[in-house]
């Protein structure tokens, strides 16, 4: 198949792991990529590994993302956006970036948008108004550019810190009704690792309940679920004092409100639905959340048209890459019924 082309939306873990399935079957694709970086979200995240890898799966993003930037049959292009596509095989699109309007064509498409984090500034937590308030993904990168954990204030190490869960997922006042699946399993791991570099310091978590996907994360929870104080119960405020945070939330043990002052709040904000334009040109169909439409595989493989990764809904890592590599299995499929046709002509 090695005259064939297929254009990928998102060069995140979904679409990196799409494109090196179908380069081991010759296959060519072309990846166009909004942001300047490649492996999406999931290439900021940090190892989580303390005495032994506990399974977080941030290395699959950076190993994907090693073996694409040196595959002949990839391209990416970054800071690129589609600009327009024929909704149907042929597929014609134009693609642009500062440099340059080019033109594409290819002979399938795969949607691999990823999503978009919640913006917990709308909550009462005090975001981007508390310095020592940030949120999962930014302490990812904080622990992984300086290997430490410390309050953006004044650079010292934290004695107590609060994560706190389901920040715009799981909210009937958002309409945002679903578990985001990634943040309790990431949270957990990342309290561990804390305490294993500052076993002093103080850790508070804040949950509704423990999602537990992901594999061996039960029996990992259980060993460490007794270092960290778990209050279930979502706080209703942050405030900040000349002493540092103030969390307040109500007590269901004892039906009371309780002031809780901590030096730093981390907030472990949802995945939400990309609302990418490639989907209305492609006219994807879209579930009420606001997430593709998991596409039937038959008609797919009539259309040419694919979709992979948290584009489809909220899914962790390892998940997002068997999706992609999903989705490039599906697209052989499709090329092979279509072969014949010799659709770049
Ligand atoms: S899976 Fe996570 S903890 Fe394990 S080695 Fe990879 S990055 Fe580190
Ligand atoms: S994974 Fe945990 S923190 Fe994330 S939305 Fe689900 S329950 Fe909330």
Not at 116 to 121: E, G, K, M, R, V
Not at 282 to 296: A, D, Q, R, W, Y
């Amino acid at each position: 198949m090695s005259d064939k082309t297929v254009l990928i939306v998102g060069a995140g873990v979904a679409g990196l792991s799409a494109a090196l399935q179908l380069s081991k079957n010759s296959v060519k694709t072309i990846i166009i990529e909004k942001s300047s970086f490649h492996g999406g979200h999931a290439a900021s995240f940090t190892c989580k590994a303390a005495e032994k890898c506990v399974k977080c799966g941030a290395c699959i993003a950076e190993d994907k993302l090693k073996k694409a930037k040196t595959d002949d049959n990839i391209k990416i292009f970054t800071n690129s956006v589609i600009k327009k596509i024929s909704a149907a095989a042929p597929f014609k699109a134009v693609a642009e970036n500062k440099a340059k309007r080019f033109d594409i064509s290819c002979d399938a498409v795969i949607t691999a948008t990823g999503f978009t984090l919640f913006n917990p500034a709308s909550k009462p937590y005090g975001y981007k108004k508390f310095d020592n308030v940030i949120t999962n993904f930014e302490l990812e990168n904080m622990i992984r550019e300086k290997n430490q954990i410390q309050k953006p204030s004044d650079k010292k190490n934290p004695n107590k810190i609060a994560f706190i869960q389901c920040v715009g997922s799981r909210d009937a006042s958002l309409n945002h009704l679903w578990c985001s699946k990634t943040c309790c399993g990431s949270a957990i791991r990342m309290a561990a690792l804390i305490k294993d570099k500052n076993p002093d310091t103080e850790i508070l978590f804040f949950y509704i309940d423990i999602q537990n996907f992901g594999k061996d994360f039960a029996s990992y929870y259980k060993k460490i679920k007794d270092k960290i104080k778990m209050i279930r119960s979502i706080p209703a405020d942050i405030f900040e004092t000349d002493k540092g945070l103030l969390i307040t939330y109500f007590d269901k043990k004892t039906d009371k409100p309780i002031e809780e002052p901590v030096d730093m709040a981390i907030l472990s904000v949802g995945i939400t639905p990309n609302n990418s334009e490639i989907v209305q040109m492609l006219n994807l169909k879209t579930e009420n959340t606001g997430f593709i439409s998991k596409p039937k595989i038959n008609e797919a493989i009539k259309s040419g048209i694919f979709a992979a990764g948290a584009a489809l809904g909220p899914m962790d890592i390892e998940e997002a890459a068997a999706s992609g590599a999903s989705a490039a299995l599906c697209v052989l499929k499709y090329l092979g019924e279509h072969n014949s046709k010799n659709i770049n002509g």
